[in-house]
């Protein structure tokens, strides 16, 4: 609910956040010099310090969250998800992975695995991983 009053009374954050949002609903059908670009529109990649970590972990929070409504709309439960301003966008995510996969089976395990990586990444910032180097990762990993 408090970011849901931040979204209503600050325009650049919400603006922010659908951006970040955006980059890694669109990932999955770039090309890695692409995703490199866009990762850099939201996060640059030479930045340090306890503020680069907290965007950093910001940015991680919301993909887990997109990923999560992947998992739900491939499950066919497109009422339970976070981001429903996303979902056309999420849908032709979703139709982009299944081409590429064969059995709904794997495109579940896919998904969880990209779950996976993202906590993962959490973890490392946690570890005192440089922020750029865990972005960086996901960007080459996914």
């Known amino acids: 609910p408090l970011r849901a009053l931040k979204f209503l009374n600050e325009?650049?954050?919400y603006?922010?956040?659908l951006?970040?949002?955006r980059v890694f609903?669109?990932?999955f059908r770039q090309s890695l010099n692409a995703r490199w670009s866009a990762l850099n529109t939201i996060y640059p990649l030479r930045s340090s310090g306890r503020e680069a970590v907290a965007q950093a972990g910001e940015i991680l929070e919301i993909w887990q969250g997109l990923t999560r409504d992947l998992?739900?709309?491939n499950l066919g439960a497109p009422d339970l998800?976070?981001?429903a301003v996303l979902q056309?966008?999420?849908?032709?995510t979703l139709?982009?992975?299944?081409q590429t996969l064969t059995d709904q089976e794997d495109l579940n395990a896919y998904l969880a695995d990209i779950l996976n990586k993202l906590q993962r990444a959490s973890v490392y910032l946690q570890a005192n991983v440089a922020p750029t180097y865990v972005l960086e990762n996901i960007l080459i990993n996914l």
């Not at 056309?88 to 032709?92: F, G, V, W």
């Open 11 to 13: 325009a650049e954050f």
């Open 15 to 17: 603006a922010n956040y």
């Open 19 to 21: 951006a970040q949002a």
């Open 25 to 27: 609903v669109t990932w």
């Open 71 to 73: 998992i739900m709309l």
């Open 81 to 83: 998800i976070q981001h």
């Open 88 to 92: 056309p966008e999420l849908a032709a």
């Open 95 to 98: 139709a982009a992975l299944a």
